[in-house]
């Protein structure tokens, strides 16, 4: 009979063990779940095109996705400190990977309603002087060639140099597109990143081209509606 209760208490035991070590597991495997989960936010996300501001290159209901780590800054952090400095400007944004560019398709804030994410192309970048004519845009005063628009500008907008930290965007679809010519300048605190692929309608599928080729061969400095 001793022999037989111990039997049944060493399989309890055995059993409870079993149990604990598998829920132990299970509660590594969420933790890393949501580790990698949060780690992969704060890196890439989704991003679904609302309105046809960039058409002809986005389009309504078009989901892509986002690299946030392109435009990583790096302003007040150690890193700033090893980073080369010359050339820059006082108050000008540090970029661990570079600085936004010509032809770049943004995710970033709207500055006059934070909560509000909208897409567009960079077209002026600090430093430029960016003017609209006849329906066509001028960078440092070099008409640019601009393959990725099908109709020009309905307006027209006086030569202004870009500020330091902040970015000139338009819509690809100039005549339709609330952007830079209406409400101004993006600073660069309010960008969340750049437009790096397209997964959804199936047909859209792939890499996201920049179109920066042509913006810039011509500049040279002196000295989530697509209403997102």
Known sequence: MYLDNTTRVTARRGFAGRVASFLWELIQTVLLTLLIFFAMRAVVQNFKVEGTSMEPTLHNNQFLIINKLTYARVDGTPVERVLP???LEVGAPRFLFGDPGHGDIVVFRFPAQPDKDFIKRIIGVPGDTIEVRAGRVYLNGQLQDEPYIRD??????????????????????????????????????????????????PGDWGPLATG?????????KPGVRAER
């Open 212 to 220: 920066a080729g042509s913006l810039e061969a011509a500049s040279s």
């Open 152 to 201: 020009g500008a309905s307006y027209d907008r006086p030569a202004q140099i870009v500020p330091v930290g902040q970015y000139f965007v338009l819509g690809d679809n100039r005549p339709n597109s609330s952007d830079s010519h209406v409400w101004g300048f993006v600073p660069a605190d309010n960008l969340v990143g750049k437009a790096w692929f397209a997964y959804w309608p």
């Open 85 to 87: 400095t010359r050339g």
